[in-house]
């Protein structure tokens, strides 16, 4: 059975930094692409990076290019998310999934596996 657990959710000031972790369990890790999600009240949740598998390829959201680095330390089974010059915006609940797939999908509806999510808040 696969378990995901999300870690590091704080509050910070904005143009702080923060790092998030994942750590995965029931599945060969390194076989696996982890997508980080985060969601708002009354919003859909919405994609924010994604480490794949295939030679740790990173892709991002627009929204946090620049700001956001994923990386990936498969012997502990987790992934990182650094958040550097928080702003206001990036309050919200992040999630991590995993998925089988290269690339990693940005829909949420391509993802079975969720952790219970870890708060962020940004504050201005």
């Known amino acids: 059975q696969v378990r995901v657990v999300e870690s590091g959710g704080e509050t910070v000031q904005a143009g702080g930094s923060l790092r998030l972790s994942c750590e995965a369990s029931?599945?060969?890790?390194?076989?696996?692409?982890i997508a980080w999600f985060r969601q708002v009240p009354g919003k859909e949740r919405e994609f924010v990076s994604a480490?794949?598998?295939?030679?740790?390829?990173?892709y991002y959201a627009d929204s946090v290019k620049g700001r956001f680095t994923i990386s990936r330390e498969d012997i502990k089974n987790t992934v990182y998310l650094q958040m550097n010059s928080l702003k206001p915006e990036d309050t919200a609940v992040y999630f991590c999934?995993?998925?089988?797939?290269?690339?990693?999908?940005?829909?949420?509806?391509?993802?079975?596996?969720w952790g219970q999510g870890t708060q962020v808040t940004v504050s201005s």
């Open positions: 999934t995993i998925s089988a797939d290269h690339p990693p999908p940005r829909a949420q509806g391509e993802y079975r596996h």
């Open positions: 029931g599945r060969t890790f390194s076989s696996y692409s």
């Open positions: 480490i794949s598998w295939l030679r740790s390829t990173t």
